[in-house]
Structure formats: C-alpha cells, structure tokens
C-alpha cells in the first residue's frame, strides 16, 4: 500500500508532489456547524491529533494517510525523531480512523507506518483496531496491555456549569513545578517516561488546577496531544467536595474557545469519575475506545526521581516531509 506523508504546517508548500497543503488544513479544520458533525465523522481522538498538529505541532506528530485526497485511514504519529527512546510509549503515540476496515489493517501491518521495534501506545474506537493489534503483537511475540475506556463527549460546553472556587481556593494552570506531584498520583505514573510526558503536557497543552491556600494542587485535569481530559485528579483527602467540577469547567470553556472538542476517556469501573462528569453534562457514546501498549521486552524506565522534572525533550515546532 502507497503511504503518504501529509505536512499540516501552512507554511510549508507541499504534502506529496502536487497537493497544496493549505487546501489540508482547509478541509480538516472544519468551522462553525460543521465542526460536530466532522469531528464524529474523523472521531475526536484523531482530530483532536490533526488539530494539534495543525496549530504549532507541540507533541511533533505527523500524518499518515493510504491515499488523499479520498483516504480511507488516518494515522497520526510522532516524528521518528521525537522518540528518542524506543521503550519510551507515552511519547510514542498512535492514534487511527478508518473508512474500511482492510486498509486500516494493512496500515498497521505495514512496518514503515508502525514501528513494531519501538514500544509504543495506540488509540482507537473501532472495531477491528484491537483484534489488528493483538494479532500483529502476538505473532511478532510482543507484550501488550489492553485498557478499554468509555468515551465520553460534552454535547455543547458553553452551557457546562461553571463553579466558582470555595473562599481560600483559586483556579490556575498547571504549572511546570507540580509535575513531580502529577507523576507521583497518576496511575500511568511513577516513572521517567511519565514525568517527561506529564511535563510536554503542562508545557504546551491546555491544563486547569484548584490551588489550595498554599499554593499547592487539590485537584486537577490535563490535556493529551490528541486533545482529550487526562489525569484528572482530586487529590483524597480533598474527594467528594466537586472540586474536580470547577477544575473541568475551566479547562472545559479553554478547549471549546480554542476549538477543540471536550471529550475524554474514563475505564468503566470508575464510577465517581463517570458520575462526576454525567453530572457536568458528558455524554457517554456507544462503543469501547482501547489504548494498547504494546512493548518489545520489558524494559524498565528509571525512577522518576532520576529525572529533573524542568526537562523537555519535545521540539516545539518544525516539520520533516516525508513520502513512504
Ligand atoms: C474521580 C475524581 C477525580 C473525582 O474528584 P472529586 O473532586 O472527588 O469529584 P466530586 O466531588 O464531584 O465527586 C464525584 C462524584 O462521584 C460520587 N462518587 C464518589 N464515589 C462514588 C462511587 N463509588 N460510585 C458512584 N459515585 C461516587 C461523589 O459522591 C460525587 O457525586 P455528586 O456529584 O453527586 O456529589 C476523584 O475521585 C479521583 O481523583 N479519583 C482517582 C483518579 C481518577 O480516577 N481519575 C479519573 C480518571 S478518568
């Protein structure tokens, strides 16, 4: 299968011999009432990635499609030059959609869109993504771990109710300093790939906390490079008082202003997560979203603690064209 490379930075003049890229941003970036419909269409995870990429590329991912303008599956992934470690998955991240089935399968087979030697993750809601991976895993003998999520997406965020902070409690952007505090809770967390990752995050993606009278985090919320709510947190001691609410209607009201969806991924089991944000006007949609970690060996990462938590080996911007 011919594999194209599609370059989102308007700047740069073409995505394979004789396409215009600014046509691309045009057709992928739909405006106003369209904007719902083609994010379901291209599914959030995948959008919110080519949106990313579009807007100054902070997590350096790039665009695989098997044919364009009509394709049939998206890929996106990180520059080749972005991993710098090949056990490191959370910088190491895929996401896919696709319009038929076989083509999405025969994408991921294909070892010059996937890189099978590096560990990595992948998102996807439809069917068949999971089964392609697993198989591929199984036969070249490689671990994977399998969390299936329920998607949740809020249908209209400007009429999300706003809470305004308890008297002593005020609301800000995550800072750099409390990434150690992020990596230490998250239950991804605990390791120098984690840290790394929760520190591109804090750094260029939209984020929200509730700083207690000290200045330290209560509760929390990040976003990913594919631009959904992750690591939303509420410290214990601290539960059960909706702080989590006025976290996520802050970062809630950033996203939409930006124009990104409000979507996030909760595992089904976590009830008061689930709860908390039915009650903040989420709806669940149908299916089961998977992220799959697949990984070579078993490498361990350093302890976080190894790791000086101002790092950030992400580049900021910049583009590679490639045709495959
Ligand atoms: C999920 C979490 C962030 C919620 O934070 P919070 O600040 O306590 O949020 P809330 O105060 O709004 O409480 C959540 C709601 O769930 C309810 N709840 C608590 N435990 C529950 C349970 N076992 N089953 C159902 N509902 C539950 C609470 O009563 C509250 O309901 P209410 O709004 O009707 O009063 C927090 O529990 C947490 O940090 N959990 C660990 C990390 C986690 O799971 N993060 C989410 C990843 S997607």
């Avoid at 989102?8 to 600014?22: F, H, I, K, L």
């Avoid at 695989?64 to 520059?79: A, G, N, Y």
């Amino acid at each position: 299968m011919g594999l194209l490379y599609i370059c989102m930075n308007p700047m740069c003049a073409s995505v394979s011999p004789g396409y215009q890229v600014r046509e691309a941003n045009r057709e992928r970036e739909p405006a106003g009432c369209e904007k719902q419909q083609k994010c379901e269409e291209m599914q959030q995870r995948v959008y919110g990635a080519v949106m990313h990429v579009n807007r100054g590329n902070p997590a350096g991912q790039e665009v695989l499609v098997d044919s364009w303008p009509e394709f049939k599956t998206v890929l996106t992934r990180p520059r080749r030059e972005v991993v710098q470690d090949p056990s490191d998955y959370f910088t190491n991240l895929y996401t896919t959609f696709y319009r038929d089935e076989d083509t999405c399968q025969a994408l991921l087979e294909n070892s010059r869109a996937v890189d099978w030697g590096q560990a990595f993750q992948i998102l996807g809601l439809q069917d068949g993504v999971y089964e392609t991976i697993r198989d591929i895993a199984r036969a070249r003998g490689l671990e994977m771990e399998t969390y299936p999520y329920r998607l949740l997406l809020h249908p209209d965020p400007p009429a999300m109710p706003q809470y305004r902070p308890d008297k002593g409690l005020r609301l800000a952007p995550v800072s750099p300093a409390h990434a150690t505090l992020l990596n230490d809770t998250w239950k991804f967390g605990g390791n120098t790939w984690s840290l790394r990752y929760l520190c591109l995050l804090i750094r260029h993606f939209p984020s929200a906390c509730l700083l207690g009278p000290e200045g330290t985090p209560i509760s929390w919320c990040l976003t990913d490079p594919v631009a959904a709510l992750t690591h939303g947190y509420t410290l214990p001691e601290h539960r059960g008082q909706h702080y989590l609410r006025s976290v996520v209607g802050m970062l809630a009201a950033q996203l939409h202003a930006r124009g990104f969806p409000v979507y996030t991924g909760v595992l089904p089991h976590n009830e008061p997560s689930l709860h908390s944000l039915q009650r903040l006007g989420f709806r669940i949609l149908p299916g089961v979203f998977y992220r799959l970690i697949v990984r070579p060996g078993f490498t361990q990462s350093r302890p976080a603690s190894a790791l000086d938590s101002g790092q950030d080996p992400a580049p900021s911007s910049g583009e590679r064209r490639r045709t495959q």
